[in-house]
């Protein structure tokens, strides 16, 4: 496993961070872990849009579309 170190953070982040921590009730390094891990794992637009574009293709007609429409109103 990796460490990490932040160096120059000013002061009142600092303080906020910790409050935060507190208020969730861990230790400040469980807390930044936390954060950093939900950063790295969620993906961005690019990745989004990429991925998008992987599925996408230009084989659906109207009717197609129309008709789910109608299935997703009909199991309301």
Do not use: C, F
Not at 2 to 14: F, G, K, M, Y
Not at 21 to 48: D, K
């Amino acid at each position: 496993m990796t460490s990490l170190t932040i160096r120059e953070v000013p002061d009142d982040v600092a303080a906020r961070l910790k409050v935060r921590a507190a208020e969730a009730g861990q230790p400040l390094q469980a807390y930044l872990l936390g954060l950093v891990t939900r950063e790295a794992t969620r993906p961005t637009l690019t990745e989004i849009a990429q991925r998008a574009e992987r599925y996408a293709t230009d084989e659906v007609d109207n009717g197609e579309v129309l008709g789910l429409v109608d299935e997703g109103r009909a199991a309301r």
